[in-house]
């Protein structure tokens, strides 16, 4: 999938309307974030409903409770889990946070300071600035890094077309003459 995606202009359009305009892009880094495919009306979610709509494995999900990540989550009379709209926010979130790189202790920090309520906001700012900056410092090495595959795949596709070009022209030239050689490598 590529950051840009073309989209059809309107979605009851006929496809020669659609292929008559331009296409429209769409950054989807720029998206708001997609909701859970949550029922309409519903607001308790057992175990395997909230796997199914984060990915994140039974498993998972109980770790995030033992170690605290998870506020306490509400229980049927038969002892399962419940989890809210609010409990699949908060793992949406979590989940954002980990693609940061933030370590574990720091978001489970996080979640301390949240559940201390509204005194901590410095506290949270603080420590959600320093994930920032070094989110920020991680985009910098990938683009670096970026800019040195650029050079090299533009390195291969030029050097590819001067081989076809030397290759080609060394065939019209010496008609099926190899000189001991494979096609491609160099003798000394």
């Known amino acids: 999938m590529t950051v840009m995606q073309t989209t059809a202009a309107a979605t009851e359009e006929s496809p020669e309307e659609v292929h008559a305009e331009a296409p429209?892009?769409?950054?989807?880094?720029?998206?708001?974030?997609?909701?859970?495919?949550?029922?309409?009306?519903?607001?308790?979610?057992?175990?395997?409903?909230?796997?199914?709509?984060?990915?994140?494995?039974?498993?998972?999900?109980?770790?995030?409770?033992?170690?605290?990540?998870?506020?306490?989550?509400?229980?049927?009379?038969?002892?399962?889990?419940?989890?809210?709209?609010?409990?699949?926010?908060?793992?949406?979130?979590?989940?954002?946070?980990?693609?940061?790189?933030?370590?574990?202790?720091?978001?489970?920090?996080?979640?301390e300071l949240v559940r201390a309520g509204d005194g901590t906001f410095a506290e949270r700012r603080e420590l959600l600035e320093t994930t920032r900056q070094d989110v920020l410092e991680r985009i910098a090495e990938l683009r670096d890094t970026l800019a040195v595959l650029d050079r090299k795949i533009s390195f291969y596709a030029d050097a590819g077309h001067a081989h076809a070009s030397h290759k080609k022209s060394r065939e019209g030239s010496h008609e099926g003459s190899r000189e001991g050689s494979y096609e491609g490598e160099r003798t000394r």
Request: net charge positive; with cysteine.
């Open 24 to 111: 429209n892009r769409t950054d989807i880094c720029s998206a708001p974030p997609r909701r859970h495919p949550r029922p309409d009306g519903q607001d308790r979610y057992t175990i395997s409903e909230v796997v199914a709509f984060t990915g994140l494995s039974a498993h998972t999900l109980r770790w995030y409770e033992r170690i605290g990540l998870m506020s306490h989550i509400d229980r049927s009379h038969t002892g399962q889990r419940r989890y809210t709209n609010r409990d699949l926010d908060w793992l949406d979130l979590v989940g954002k946070l980990r693609l940061t790189g933030m370590p574990v202790a720091d978001m489970v920090r996080y979640a």
